[in-house]
């Protein structure tokens, strides 16, 4: 069964950072830079934290709510996916911690995964083309907004390793 811990590559988990995440998308959450106020001061606005990318013939951008179930471990990361014609964001509305799951393009097929756990309160937005592992939630089902985009095209393209790697939990390590 896909996930299911298998013997293969333990993966480090690592502290989602917007630095280290920045070769694979954005990291969505609250800057205190961006923030300024609306709505006569009632509102903090953080403004433009990720830019949405879609690209095609009749792409639009839609918004959906998808829940999560958690994931036992270890758990075996046996493939990966990539939307060529749009990124796609993932904002978590229940504050539970997650994990993000991304690789380096090498060839056309996904390299070795890297691990981040993400706070309750940070998203991502990967940009187009950048392999990452589906929904990964932690503990308990978990909702998320997702902003990505719908068009009659197909925009999904799956790999899958010879040999899986393998979480055996998401503590943080450095």
Known sequence: ?????????????????KEAFAPFGTVIEADPSTMRYINGGTTERYHALAEVEVAGEDARVIINLFRGSPRAFPYAIDMMERHPLGSQSFSPIDD??????????EGGRPGRPQVFLASGRQGVNYRRNVWHHPLMAVGAASDFIVVDRSTSSENLEEHFYDRPYVIEQPAVTE
Request: aromatic share 4%; no cysteine.
């Open 96 to 105: 539970r911690p997650w994990l993000v799951i991304v690789a380096e393009d």
């Open 1 to 17: 069964m896909p996930g299911e811990a298998a013997t293969g590559a333990a993966l480090p988990v690592r502290a989602l950072t």
